[in-house]
């Protein structure tokens, strides 16, 4: 499950970032998926708050995650929208298939919550 190996290299990262700052530990973390990014939200909110537990940094971290929807701008007419096609969305407008993707793909972490 590939949810579990993306929480791992997150509680790594927000490990290495709690230590640079002194932190005694993360008490919340906040997150932007997007829905083409492949990820299960649901199980990596799971995966993390299984393997959190064994970082005392990280174990009474609130991992909140917000879904950025898929946005596209259409190359032939020009006009942007959003969609909840993953697979082959074609344009509202113009039908085209000639798309240009704006959002959707990212995982960032927004920023985290430290307890110095
Ligand atoms: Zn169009």
Known sequence: MH????????VNELARIAKENNAKYISAVNLRIGRSSGIVIDSLKFAFDAIKLENPLISSA???????????EC?????SFETDYI?????????????KL???????????????
Not at 62 to 72: A, F, W
Not at 87 to 99: A, G, N, R
């Open 75 to 79: 190359n032939d007419c020009k006009i």
């Open 3 to 10: 949810e579990v190996s993306i929480a791992l290299s997150m």
């Open 62 to 72: 609130e991992i909140v995650i917000e879904e950025v929807p898929l946005r596209y």
């Open 102 to 116: 704006l959002s959707g793909d990212e995982m960032d972490i927004v920023n985290m919550e430290l307890e110095v």
């Open 87 to 99: 697979h082959f969305p074609s344009c509202p407008d113009c039908k085209s298939y000639s798309l």
